[in-house]
């Protein structure tokens, strides 16, 4: 390296360290100890490059400081402007950045080398550099960071030498590893999973500098595992103390005067039907057939907004948290237990109050009439699924009529939804049997049974009763339509992507399927596709492509319907205990009907936006947890040979997906011998070159375990003699 570009080097190095610095000065000293100059003649090069840098007005000098020359950036942004901008940094796990901003079409592509200090998750400024000649990708520049996108990261520590202490960060976490300074170990030990904030990060040729804040326990064990899951995604198990204890000031006891101003529902046969392992009971249901031929079901959802006071501690815990988190062995509840399973919670022989839709509905399955009213009800009977399955089936029980009754009716508003045009998806549910460590000894396929139909088509039609009801007082007003009359919460699901959707038809195409997407796709074509592949060994493949290519369910004030159920009005009523969209609809309904306007459109925008962000990252975190014990499970069974079915190809190798137990894991191009192959796009297939010897989606194949990484949660297979 020239002396010149050795000079140059030293000038962007110092102009990093102060851009990179809190307030974005630093003294000459803290320069000499950050970059380790020693000797004299260090030390006399850094200074005749302070002022080199002085004279070309790119820093300033005040009192002992060195800043950045304000004046001479504020002129080069003026120019630099229309090619700088803002968002979302994402870091892919070889390293390479990409920044999601709403003032680019596409992502911005960030090397390595470009990202500088900053993190996954930081928002950041980025200079636009160039363009992909081929794709037309913008490429950039990280110039600033606006904003850290974490409060803590996790990983592993690791001693490496008496005094020197590292963390190995988490791939999801951080792309790189951290330092620690002994003072800032606390408790924790080699080898244990901790978590940690970002003291300090100088220069991305140094390490950034981590403070240990809390130890989840060695790492490898089942605890630790799970609690850094939830670190990953930025989520914690415990309440803070304050609302523990704000939660167990709430008392268990309903006044009478309270049950007084509610409907009383409590000598009626109110009952549950919920997992076997279930504790916080949403909902219940009562139904009865009335003289004219009608059924009156009555959905009782639990009052939580009863409880849960506007802007209090509890609230505020309740809205950080968005949704409880329902990992393979725990559940992270959106409120404390003593409320989630226990004050809330709808157990059988105990009052409690609800919040009921009761609805009249006509043989037909249409909506005949409604009302919404705040009740208290007496539950007589807790069923698991099963046992409400069984009473189907013709089982005598006390509650036969009712649970017959409930059948009939959810059998009657199925066939309407599919005929009207809901999509029905099938996707086959891993369940894992744990012993004691919460080691996976067993994977089974949670069975779907009548029982789950029979709650779910109920919730659906309180859920779509109430937002009906909302665009209903719109009519009753006769007021201009605006966004503020009569804001509502709406559960809304667009159409599908249609390029993913052309997508899906050209990966099925070779495979002899034939999806047309055309201009309008409605979702009978969808359930046609569906239809073609049920009970065939590309049925779990085609329904996992199908649900990519649709777009996601989210929570927004304005109502553009959801495609998936085929509704024009629907919304999250029936679980307020474990989301907290549930609760702001509660609020809104009872606001409606005292004659209260609680929330604003512009408010709800920003709800929808908070809430949405909260379910991706909860089921983000679900389906880290499966893929976890997947991993684990096969981890013990290395070399050992499975059945599987080809659920995806690209040019790196070919995803396999186990029958029976549907863990996906990977054989690598590298793996598949004998030939040398080539990703045929047309085919969408491997083709080997000499022998045509395809891989293509949707075959049969037997593979062993090859290889499992934990720490990466990813499985290797090989291909089986």
């Known amino acids: 390296m020239s002396k010149r570009q050795r000079q140059k080097n030293l000038e962007e190095l110092i102009i990093d360290l102060i851009k990179n610095s809190p307030k974005n000065r630093l003294t000459r000293e803290q320069i000499i100890s950050v970059l380790r100059l020693e000797s004299d003649n260090e030390v006399n090069r850094l200074d005749k490059t302070l002022q080199k840098l002085t004279a070309d007005n790119r820093v300033e000098r005040e009192d002992n400081y060195v800043l950045l020359n304000t004046n001479n950036i504020s002129k080069r942004s003026s120019q630099e402007n229309s090619s700088i901008v803002e968002g979302k940094l994402d870091i892919s796990a070889r390293g390479t950045g990409y920044v999601i901003s709403e003032q680019s079409e596409q992502d911005v592509m960030i090397s390595s080398r470009d990202i500088g200090t900053a993190l996954n998750d930081d928002i950041v400024r980025v200079k636009i550099t160039g363009k992909n000649k081929k794709s037309g990708q913008p490429r950039g520049k990280i110039l600033e960071i606006v904003e850290r996108g974490k409060d803590f990261y996790v990983g592993t520590l690791k001693k490496v030498t008496k005094e020197n202490y590292i963390i190995e960060t988490d791939t999801k976490s951080a792309h790189t590893n951290f330092y620690v300074l002994p003072e800032f170990i606390g408790k924790a030990e080699d080898g244990d999973k901790v978590v940690f904030e970002l003291e300090n990060w100088v220069h991305p040729n140094a390490l950034p500098e981590a403070r240990i804040t809390s130890v989840l326990g060695k790492s490898g064990s089942n605890d630790a595992n799970m609690l850094s899951i939830l670190a990953e995604n930025d989520m914690v198990a415990e309440f803070p103390k304050e609302v523990e204890e704000y939660a167990h000031q709430i008392p268990l006891e309903i006044p009478e005067e309270e049950c007084k101003r509610r409907r009383d529902l409590r000598d009626q046969n109110v009952f549950t039907i919920d997992p076997a392992d279930a504790k916080d009971f949403d909902d219940a249901l009562s139904i009865k057939k009335l003289d004219n031929g009608n059924y009156y079901l009555g959905v009782h959802i639990a009052d939580v907004t009863h409880y849960l006071t506007p802007k209090s501690v509890l609230d505020e815990e309740a809205h950080n948290r968005g949704t409880s988190v329902y990992l393979v062995d725990r559940v992270i509840p959106m409120l404390p237990e003593v409320l989630s399973n226990g004050v809330c919670s709808l157990r059988p022989n105990e009052d409690k109050l609800t919040y009921s839709c009761f609805m009249e509905i006509a043989p037909n399955g249409k909506l005949v009439d409604y009302t919404i009213e705040e009740t208290v009800i007496h539950s ?342």
Do not use: W
Request: proline fraction near 3%; glycine fraction near 8%; hydrophobic fraction near 35%.
């Open 380 to 721: 007589k009977q807790r069923f698991t699924y099963e046992e409400a399955q069984a009473i189907v089936d013709g089982k005598k029980h006390k509650f036969s009529k009712e649970v017959q009754l409930s059948a009939e009716l959810a059998r009657i508003l199925h066939d309407k939804r599919f005929r009207e045009g809901a999509i029905d998806f099938d996707t086959p549910e891993p369940k894992f049997v744990l012993d004691d460590d919460g080691v996976p000894q067993e994977v089974i396929i949670k069975e779907r049974i009548f029982a789950h139909r029979l709650i779910e088509e109920c919730m659906l039609m309180a859920n779509k009763t109430v937002a009906t009801h909302v665009e209903e007082m719109r009519k009753e007003s006769n007021k201009k339509r605006s966004k503020n009359l009569f804001p509502f919460f709406y559960r809304v699901h667009d159409r599908p992507d249609e390029e993913k959707l052309t997508g899906i038809a050209e990966q099925v195409k070779p495979i002899g399927i034939k999806f047309e997407v055309g201009d309008n796709i409605s979702p009978k074509r969808i359930n046609n596709l569906l239809e073609k592949v049920k009970n065939t060994s590309l049925e779990y493949i085609v329904n996992g492509l199908m649900l990519r290519a649709m777009a996601k369910a989210e929570y927004s004030p304005n109502n553009i319907g959801h495609f998936g159920l085929g509704f024009g009005h629907y919304a999250h009523f029936t679980s307020p205990i474990r989301r907290y969209p549930d609760v702001i609809v509660h609020r809104l309904l009872k606001g409606y009907n005292s004659g209260a306007q609680v929330y604003t459109h512009d408010q709800l925008i920003k709800d929808g936006e908070h809430c949405s962000a909260r379910e991706r990252v909860a089921v983000d975190a679900e389906r880290d947890s499966v893929k976890l014990k997947q991993v684990e499970f096969l981890s013990k069974k290395t070399g050992e040979k499975f059945d599987g079915i080809i659920s995806g190809v690209m040019e790196r190798g070919i995803f396999i997906t186990l029958k029976d137990i549907y863990c996906e894991g990977m054989v690598r191009i590298s793996d598949l011998k004998g030939d040398y192959f080539v990703y045929n796009d047309k085919r969408h297939a491997l083709v080997g070159r000499k022998s045509g010897k395809q891989f293509q989606l949707g075959d049969e194949i037997k593979v062993y375990v090859k290889s499992t990484d934990m720490q990466k949660r990813q499985i290797d297979f090989g291909l089986a003699k």
